[in-house]
């Protein structure tokens, strides 16, 4: 819900409906949808101008069920209802669009199903009442499949669109609406219990190589827990409501939720060009949907999900986006043959797209929760490498395929060990265990002595004395064709049974190397809120049976450490602001110190560059060559600088603010303890909480969070890893250099190749020397046109790791505040309502207990994944 959409016609027209003068900060999400709930029943029960009993004692329920008279927005239901009927607004389309504006499609959606529950209160749906939910629903432009849905949901008919119910479940899903009140959970969670079960994905299993039997109970955990937030929110809500429990408990429960909903695991593969690539994918998913052919195909990052349907959305450099059509994916996705052969236009064009982003509904591994990422090849062209090495940042697990007639070239196990830094995070003599080795046309080998040798080549080169791989079941020896083609024929071969070990390999590593963490990890933030939930209630308890009282000094003290606190906060932001001057003033004098010696450095490296290519029949490819080794050099250049100059300078910066923080929070730390000490309270222990779920990058003294002053800058991929643009410094000069540095060079020597360069073709090292010296003078001048915008994509950066250094002690001084002042507002509460104090308590009692009943359902879920 959109609340800058609400417009003075729609204040005036909830002023008038209430009685009440409001102003646009009184229109509050829940007011606009009491407004438009009342409208939308009262213009069903009037549609077929009788009023049942049975409509009017719908329309109480529903409206005691979503509003308790004890909400702060209770006393506006009666005379809401008064000023609807009244003024007839359910017959007046623009006022409903007024009270409607700012909704969501998922707002408009849950609005519209309680008009339906209402239609069928007296047994039957009357024509006149349903032909009146039409206009409604075309009104507020809500898809007609849904308006099906619900028809046939609270008529009890069938649902022969599976599809549109299973959208109808995600759209009104209680999660969705956690961000706006308490009261659309409630709607949510009432609609969906109305509603057939959600229908489980179904897939034709000719076309599965796996059931993916593991990853679905995953699934189920993930989502069981899911939903004990949407429970566990609903709990911690009404402690809010009542000023008992503190609102930033709800905030965080959210935040674990929406974590839980959008987590995806992401499975890259990676591997020189025609290895195999598109083809091990295309049988991962059991469809032919990436194109396959010997030159380099796979000319972009191209990304696999799951999707409510079939549909390709092409992201740009420039920011722009499209839809297209699975024909047009199958040729942008791909590299023109011009363009695997060295043609300087195609290439241009391939360089504009970002990536691309294909959603199927009908990938039985894709709608398990597994992205998959088809890369570009790590040897075909500088700037589709740095593609490759930005989606490393965000894997899972890597797929690295070879082929089994040249396994594991020279080149290959180069890749090998770079993944194994990458992913390893530079632990030398450890193998990553996170690489998966894929032997791809392991039929092309005839005889047993050929594959025997194969399997212990591999298994030497990635075992040895410093291993590059870690783990079991990591190698694999497949022909990922004669899979595919026998699982779209329906039909088992022996590589339909090596292709499914190797799955279930990667299903079990997903699973239990990074599916059980996040889960323990969410639900150990989760068991974290119902601490602190129940310590707030024990407190507030102990309140009610007067064990804990705050005396006006007491008062007083806490109003001196929250202003104390609010000057820390203070200190914080002028210590970060003036750090991160000084960072950007040291940081720019030292890039432009390096940047003084390029052009002598990038000459003298120029002399070694090589190439197997003629400078006679193959000048084009010879002049690629050297442009990919100038790319690979200023990288190189560029990863030194930063480690040797710019991780120096940030490193004494972020420890100076570091130590700051650490005093600050301290101090804050250490008036909870004396607090706790006068009145026998936790609010040390509540703090704690926090602090260990927000402050994590952050080694604060007493609290039991690792200490991490370099993991912004230090982490994988160093600092520049965190530009949100790859761990390889290529990725920051080609984001900011237009079309790119290689189409740059190649245009500006594709005239020269058959001019001056031909002229002393007798002269090779001549030739070769004039070649170089313009790659160099063409790179560094297109780098030189970027450099500002580089540097000042790296003061961004700066700026945000002490922002948000910054917003974590800030988060963590408000989380303090919110402590003092729901101790103040439970005593204040208590005061007033002395003669509730019974009833109190045994409200009390329920809170707890339904928390310890989330506490048990989480070990319940913990416990049967663990199994």
């Known amino acids: ?188 969670s009432h609609i969906i219990g109305h509603l057939p079960a959600k229908p489980k994905h179904k897939i034709n299993q000719n076309q599965s190589v796996s059931s993916y039997q593991e990853l679905k109970k995953f699934q189920l955990y993930r989502q069981q827990l899911d939903a004990v937030c949407g429970k566990l929110y609903l709990t911690l809500q009404d402690g809010s409501d009542r000023n008992v429990l503190s609102p930033t408990l709800t905030a965080e429960v959210t935040k674990i939720s929406r974590k839980l909903q959008s987590q995806r695991f992401r499975v890259v593969v990676v591997g020189e060009f025609s290895k195999g690539k598109s083809t091990l994918l295309n049988a991962l998913v059991g469809e032919k949907i990436q194109p396959v052919r010997a030159t380099p195909c796979s000319g972009t990052v191209t990304i696999l999900k799951y999707g409510s349907k079939r549909r390709v959305v092409c992201y740009y450099k420039n920011g722009d986006k499209e839809e297209i059509s699975p024909e047009e994916y199958q040729k942008k996705a791909s590299i023109s043959r011009k363009a695997a052969s060295g043609s300087i236009a195609d290439e241009k064009a391939t360089s504009e797209i970002a990536e691309i982003v294909f959603e199927h509904p009908e990938l039985e591994l894709c709608s398990n929760g597994v992205e998959i990422i088809d890369t570009p090849g790590l040897n075909e062209q500088a700037e589709r490498t740095v593609a490759t090495q930005q989606v490393l940042k965000t894997a899972d697990a890597v797929i690295f395929l070879t082929q089994a007639n040249t396994v594991l070239t020279k080149t290959e196990q180069e890749l090998l060990l770079y993944l194994k830094k990458e992913l390893n995070y530079g632990e030398e003599n450890e193998g990553a265990r996170n690489i998966f080795i894929a032997v791809s046309f392991f039929d092309w080998l005839e005889s047993e002595e050929d594959r025997q040798d194969v399997k212990e080549t591999v298994e030497t080169i990635v075992y040895g004395e410093k291993p590059i791989i870690a783990g079991k079941n990591r190698i694999h020896f497949i022909s990922a064709k004669s899979a595919l083609n026998a699982i779209l024929d329906g039909t088992e071969n022996e590589y339909v049974k090596s292709f499914q070990d190797f799955t279930k390999s990667l299903e079990q590593f997903l699973i239990e190397k990074r599916g059980a963490i996040a889960l323990n990890q969410s639900a150990a933030g989760i068991k974290q809120i119902i601490n602190t939930g129940c310590d707030k209630l024990s407190q507030y308890r102990e309140m009610l049976e007067g064990n804990l009282t705050v005396s006006q000094g007491d008062k007083q003290k806490i109003f001196e450490q929250m202003a104390e606190a609010s000057g820390r906060d203070v200190k914080i932001r002028l210590l970060a602001g003036e750090l991160r001057k000084q960072s950007s003033k040291e940081v720019d004098r030292s890039f432009h110190e390096w940047q003084e010696g390029l052009d002598d450095r990038m000459a003298t490296k120029s002399k070694e560059w090589t190439s197997e290519h003629n400078q006679i029949l193959s000048q084009n490819h010879l002049i690629q060559d050297y442009a990919n080794q100038f790319v690979k050099e200023l990288t190189q250049e560029i990863d030194d600088w930063s480690a040797k100059k710019l991780q120096f300078i940030l490193t004494q910066k972020i420890a100076i603010l570091d130590s700051k923080i650490n005093e600050e929070i301290s101090a804050i730390r250490q008036d909870f303890q004396q607090l706790d000490l006068q009145l026998s309270t936790s609010l040390v222990t509540q703090f704690n909480n926090f602090a260990a779920r927000n402050l994590g990058g952050i080694g604060i003294d007493g609290l039991d969070i690792a200490s991490s002053i370099n993991s912004d800058i230090g982490g994988p991929g160093g600092f520049l890893g965190g530009l949100g643009i790859g761990g390889a410094v290529a990725a920051a000069l080609l984001a900011f250099a237009g079309v790119g540095i290689i189409p740059v060079i190649l245009a500006g020597l594709a005239a020269a190749s058959g001019g001056s360069f031909g002229l002393g073709m007798l002269d090779v090292d001549g030739i070769h020397s004039q070649i170089k010296q313009k790659v160099c003078k063409l790179g560094l001048q297109k780098f030189k046109e970027s450099k500002e915008s580089i540097l000042e994509k790296i003061k961004e950066r700066i700026k945000a790791v002490f922002d948000e250094r910054n917003e974590a002690a800030s988060g963590a001084i408000v989380q303090a505040m919110s402590l003092w002042e729901n101790l103040l507002e439970q005593q204040e509460k208590r005061d007033r309502e002395r003669a509730e104090c019974e009833a109190q308590k045994v409200w009390l009692a329920d809170k707890r207990r339904e928390l310890e009943q989330v506490q048990n359902q989480i070990e319940a879920i913990l416990n049967q994944s663990a199994g």
Do not use: W
């Open 1 to 188: 819900m959109n609340n800058s959409l609400i417009s003075p016609q729609t204040i005036e027209l909830v002023s008038l409906l209430t009685g009440q003068k409001l102003r646009k900060e009184d229109i509050t999400p829940p007011v606009l949808f009491l407004g438009g709930l009342v409208t939308v029943l009262l213009g069903v029960i009037h549609a077929d101008g009788t009023v049942s009993a049975e409509e009017t004692q719908r329309l109480r329920a529903t409206l005691t069920e979503l509003i308790p008279p004890n909400s702060s927005f209770g006393p506006l239901v009666v005379p809401m209802v008064k000023g609807v009927r009244e003024q007839q607004v359910y017959k007046k389309m623009q006022e409903l669009l007024a009270l409607t504006a700012c909704f969501s499609e998922e707002d408009k959606l849950l609005l519209i199903s309680f008009g339906y529950q209402m239609s069928a209160a007296d047994g039957t749906m009357d024509d006149s009442e349903k032909e009146y939910l039409i206009l409604i629903g075309n009104t507020l432009e809500i898809d007609s499949r849904y308006l099906a849905v619900l028809e046939a949901s609270f008529s009890n008919q069938a649902i022969a669109d599976t599809a549109a119910l299973a959208e109808v479940h995600r759209l009104l899903a209680p999660a969705q609406f956690q961000s706006l009140d308490s009261m659309f959970v409630r709607a949510a």
